[in-house]
């Protein structure tokens, strides 16, 4: 007797749930966003190569070049065929270039993959891809033809390797530009205490703290070879003589790189650097477009 009132229970509740199911993925269908705020530009022409890890793109304005050769080493998660992203802070760059009737740099985005750090060689097995960059050069040159001058222009983790590599030989470059780089008072062999106050201070996520502290341990073995690619160690080494630098980075940066940033600027300053600090009020890698592209093609 109880049985078919069970059954009918049951599909009761069954109804219901489909119902809340269907409900849901009708809103998150009506409330996703449909579609991206694109940037109106002349898209530069492309050219791709690969050697070894190394894959590169070579991207030339239609309108010409200046003669300088811009190495953009990009952000995380990304490729070395986003510099005509026209969703991307990349396209704002050459629309400024366009707008102001600039001559632009020949740009080179390098990529190793998704995910790399520009360290010398050191006892990690995926360790020595500045070495590697630095002799690819000469490689490069063949394509894009000997530049005037180097630049060096990269976001986030693009950001930190690009001081890494102006910074280590900095005879090399004539300017760096970092946009909101992964630049820490402390190494990944500070104490716990030590990366709780800086997570506090800075206001960093923890978990994107945790991840930066797992990727740094990945590639740098101990506190000596982390001094060899630390961007505050390696400015101590600085004077009148090295590369420009374009800083900037926003004030809530999940990844707590202002702090960092902000000091570099400082002590780049002391030292003799000439120096252009952008602090953004923002997040993570806001960038001002417009300041960059006149850095980067004057």
């Known amino acids: 007797m109880n049985k078919p009132s069970f059954v009918k229970s049951y599909r009761k509740w069954l109804i219901l749930i489909l119902l809340i199911v269907a409900a849901y993925f009708a809103w998150t269908q009506i409330t996703a966003r449909q579609g991206n705020q694109k940037v109106s530009f002349i898209p530069a022409s492309e050219s791709c190569h690969a050697s070894g890890r190394l894959k590169y793109c070579i991207y030339r304005s239609k309108s010409g070049t200046n003669g300088n050769v811009v190495y953009h080493l990009h952000g995380r998660n990304l490729d070395a065929q986003i510099w005509n992203d026209d969703t991307y802070w ?3 760059v050459q629309a400024s270039w366009q707008q102001a009737k600039m001559l ?3 740009v080179v985005v390098i990529s190793y993959g998704s995910t790399w ?3 010398p060689k050191g006892k990690k097995q995926d360790s020595g891809l500045l070495d590697d960059f630095m002799a690819k050069l000469p490689e490069i040159d063949t394509k894009t033809g000997k530049p005037k001058q180097r630049l060096l222009l990269g976001e986030s983790m693009g950001g930190l390797n690009v001081l890494i590599a102006g910074l280590t030989y900095p005879q090399r470059f004539a300017k760096i530009a970092s946009l909101c780089p992964g630049v820490y008072k402390i190494s990944p062999f500070a104490s716990l205490s030590a990366m709780r106050d800086t997570l506090k201070r800075t206001g960093a996520d923890p978990k994107i703290g945790f991840g930066v502290w797992l990727w740094a341990k990945e590639n740098v073995a101990d506190e000596a070879e982390w001094k060899r690619m630390s961007p505050l160690e390696l400015v101590k080494r600085a004077d ?4 420009a630098l374009y800083l900037s980075n926003g004030l809530y940066d999940a990844y ?3 702090e960092g940033t902000e000091m570099l600027a400082e002590q780049a300053k002391q030292r003799g650097v000439s120096v252009e600090w952008h602090p953004l009020y923002g997040g993570h ?3 001002d477009a417009s300041s960059l592209a006149r850095f980067l093609a004057t």
């Open 104 to 106: 632009p740099p020949t």
């Open 90 to 92: 990349t396209s704002m």
């Open 256 to 258: 707590g790189n202002f």
């Open 240 to 243: 009148e003589s090295y590369p």
């Open 285 to 287: 890698c806001a960038i």
């Open 117 to 119: 750090l520009l360290v």
